[in-house]
């Protein structure tokens, strides 16, 4: 019994991120409390910590990461700051509630909240 479910758990397939419905009034992702604390939490501080652009620390990641073109609201997939996260040889892979974030405050375009 305990086998049968492990091997119906592997048929499900895995779950598919889906953008917040812009169209009904939402709770948008904070980028100060929600996402900026991100970054020094899987340590990409470690080497962006300000000698290697972009700055990640948390008072610094914002400007770093809008202003240096890292991200792309129109396409949160190709935001250079995805690739990286998605890149198992660059610093790290992240939870799937963490990343599931950030794609949603790119998808909303990005605020500074
Ligand atoms: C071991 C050091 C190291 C760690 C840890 C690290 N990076 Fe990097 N990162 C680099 C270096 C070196 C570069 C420049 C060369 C390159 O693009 O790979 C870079 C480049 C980048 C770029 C710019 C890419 C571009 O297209 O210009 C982004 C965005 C980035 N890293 C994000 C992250 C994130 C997010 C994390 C944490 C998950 C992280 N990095 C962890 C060393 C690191």
Request: net charge negative.
């Amino acid at each position: 019994m305990v086998g049968l479910t492990a091997c119906e758990k592997y048929s499900y397939d895995p779950p598919v991120y889906v953008p917040p419905d812009t169209t009904q009034p939402y709770d948008p992702v904070s980028y100060s409390q929600q996402i900026a604390p991100l970054f020094p939490a899987y340590n990409c501080t470690g080497c962006h910590g300000g000698a290697i652009a972009p700055d990640l620390r948390e008072s610094e990641s914002y400007e770093s990461l809008t202003e240096g073109g890292y991200i792309n609201v129109d396409s949160y997939r190709e935001s250079a700051v995805v690739i990286k996260i998605e890149d198992p040889g660059h610093g790290g892979t992240w939870k799937t509630k963490d990343l599931w974030l950030l794609f949603d405050w790119i998808y909303i375009g990005a605020p500074d909240n």
